[in-house]
Nanobody
Framework: QVQLVESGGGSVQAGDSLRLSCAAS????????MGWFRQDPGKEREFVAT????????YYADSVKGRFTISRDNAKNTVYLQMNSLKPEDTAVYYC?????????????????WGQGTQVTCSS
């Protein structure tokens, strides 16, 4: 089992920054690829970013590329999502997810464990 707990969400103005954290417990965190997804009410959950087990490979959705950065600290069992230049369209519940593989892609079904989500609201 893997437990994931997100934190760091909040309400910001357009152009502001936030850093989300996801603390993992349970099985060996450093063996997993991790991802961030988001869901706005009335829309499907969408991929945001993924990072492989070592942090040496990252991949982003086009909508966040250049503004968001995913990183991880395996010593702290934590993955981060640094979000800069936030836009109103970034408003969503952000979910952390763990894949029981060393690298994962953009599909939800590659990730077996999910956090409860943290709300990010960006107003113009």
């Amino acid at each position: 089992q893997v437990q994931l707990v997100e934190s760091g969400g909040g309400s910001v103005q357009a152009g502001d920054s936030l850093r989300l954290s996801c603390a993992a417990s349970g099985r060996t965190f450093s063996r997993y690829a991790m991802g961030w997804f988001r869901q706005d009410p009335g829309k499907e959950r969408e991929f945001v970013a993924t990072i492989n087990w070592s942090g040496g490979y990252t991949y982003y959705a086009d909508s966040v590329k250049g503004r968001f950065t995913i990183s991880r600290d395996n010593a702290k069992n934590t993955v981060y999502l640094q979000m800069n230049s936030l836009k109103p369209e970034d408003t969503a519940v952000y979910y952390c997810a763990a894949a029981l593989t060393v690298v994962a892609g953009t599909a939800e079904n590659e990730y077996g464990y999910w956090g409860q989500g943290t709300q990010v609201t960006c107003s113009s």
